[in-house]
């Protein structure tokens, strides 16, 4: 809860703050987050070894981006699910599904900006 007596410049503060633990529980507790940037550290390793263009930078890392804000938000889904029906149910599971199926598209979309960057390198 809001606490009064802050100002706007604490309260942003204090926002910053919560919105890092947040980051860094998701990077230490969840696997799927851990695999997820895992794999965007590879490919920022691999773009300065391939010394991609500022273009192409700036693509890999929406698109990294893109698959932990994904990730990130099926899992606070899930997460929300889990806490709100304990037991199997069947419109949850259908809540998450959606959910996880948001996290596959961005991470397809990342594939194939990676290949677009890097096929061509290699050939």
């Not at 895992?38 to 391939?50: E, H, N, P, Q, W």
């Not at 990294?64 to 806490?83: P, R, Y």
């Not at 959606?98 to 096929?119: D, M, W």
Request: proline fraction near 2%.
């Amino acid at each position: 809860m809001k606490d009064p007596s802050d100002s706007f410049i604490k309260g942003r503060i204090k926002s910053l703050k919560f919105a890092f633990k947040g980051a860094y529980l998701l990077v230490t507790t969840e696997h799927s987050i851990m695999v997820q940037f895992g794999f965007g550290i590879a490919v920022i390793i691999l773009g300065f070894v391939m010394q991609i263009s500022a273009i192409e930078w700036m693509f890999q890392l929406l698109a990294i981006g893109l698959v932990l804000v994904a990730e990130s938000l099926n899992t606070g889904i899930e997460k929300l699910c889990d806490f709100v029906h304990k037991d199997y149910h069947e419109r949850i599971g259908f809540i998450k599904d959606i959910s996880a199926g948001a996290a596959t598209f961005a991470t397809i979309i990342a594939i194939i900006i990676g290949l677009t960057i890097y096929v061509p390198k290699f050939i």
